[in-house]
């Protein structure tokens, strides 16, 4: 099964566009619309309760449905604007809410990570109105993908300077669809 963990807020979003060439080539998928999930930042009441779920071994608990779907996708696919240098805050809530130790990542006792997704391949997909920096959107989920979930292989499609003055938007998304 893919996984698209749609993050595009717009309804005439370009980096949904994007997303779905790329989703094309991957046959049937399950989608999450993240800015219409009952998404929440952790309190400290579900951490407390997620804790203790944890302590308990105790895995079946709704609270982790999301979790487990993460770390039984085969390829995921993510699609996210460039935002403030990043991307919506809904996919870092989103993050929060399957990080959970025990299902997509558990620790040696040497302290080191240890990935337990099954993904083949994580595709994040995005676009910038401007000059597009991966620094805290793409390398970031790069880097957990690969440190903490034990997905090696990732990769990036993009489509940049949309929004400045004298590009040709249309000409550069088709460019970018070529691309896939
Ligand atoms: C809230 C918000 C923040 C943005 N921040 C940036 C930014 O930091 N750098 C940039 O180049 N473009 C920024 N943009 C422009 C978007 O990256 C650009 O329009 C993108 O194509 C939007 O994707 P969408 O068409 O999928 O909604 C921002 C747009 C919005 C709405």
Redesign the pocket.
């Known amino acids: 099964m893919t996984l698209y963990i749609n993050c595009?807020?717009?309804s005439?979003?370009?980096?949904?566009r994007l997303a779905r060439a790329v989703l094309a080539g991957m046959g049937d998928y399950t989608e999450l619309y993240l800015p219409e999930m009952p998404l929440h930042p952790l309190t400290r009441e579900m951490l407390d309760r997620r804790s203790a779920l944890q302590a308990a071994g105790d895995f079946e608990d709704p609270m982790f449905d999301l979790a487990h779907q993460f770390a039984d996708a085969e390829r995921i696919v993510i699609g996210a604007?460039?935002?403030?240098?990043s991307f919506p805050s809904v996919l870092k809530v989103y993050l929060e809410n399957i990080y959970a130790i025990g299902i997509v990542t558990d620790y040696a006792p040497d302290g080191t990570p240890v990935g337990m997704c099954r993904a083949k391949e994580l595709v994040y997909v995005t676009?910038?109105?401007?000059?597009?920096i991966p620094d805290y959107s793409y390398e970031y989920i790069r880097s957990l993908a690969g440190r903490y979930f034990g997905i090696a292989n990732t990769r990036l499609v993009m489509a940049e300077m949309?929004?400045i003055a004298g590009f040709d938007a249309e000409q550069i998304m088709q460019d970018a669809l070529r691309t896939i």
């Open positions: 595009c807020v717009r005439e979003s370009r980096t949904d604007p460039f935002w403030d240098g676009t910038a109105g401007g000059r597009y949309l929004d």
